[in-house]
């Protein structure tokens, strides 16, 4: 994953929100992500919850510490996606690509 990472302009990252925070999976590679300190990059970030959804916001702080500049559009999915959540998945993808 990090040679991706190190290759691409912009990425987007996932998890969903377990016991109020990501995946430790998830928490483990952010860890190494931030120690990094990329520059000239985008994220974006994207999760699911059941009951709370902190997963993206903590998505969102791990990336901005890791460097990235991190694009206001987010997708937060309630269990599983509607239509409209689907169409928030298109907007966040392309506030990845607009070019500054």
């Not at 998830?26 to 520059?39: A, E, I, P, Q, Y």
């Not at 991190?70 to 269990?79: G, H, I, P, Q, Y």
């Amino acid at each position: 994953i990090m040679t991706e990472v190190f290759k691409s302009r912009a990425i987007a990252v996932g998890s969903p929100t377990v016991l109020n925070d990501v995946l430790s999976s998830v928490n483990g590679w952010l860890t190494f992500l931030k120690s990094l300190k990329f520059k000239n990059k985008k994220a974006a970030a994207f999760g699911c919850y059941g009951w709370t959804g902190e997963s993206v916001k903590i998505l969102q702080e791990s990336l901005a510490d890791a460097g990235f500049d991190v694009v206001d559009a987010e997708l937060r999915v309630n269990w599983n996606p509607t239509q409209e959540d689907l169409d928030q998945a298109q907007a966040v993808a392309e506030a990845l690509l607009v070019q500054d």
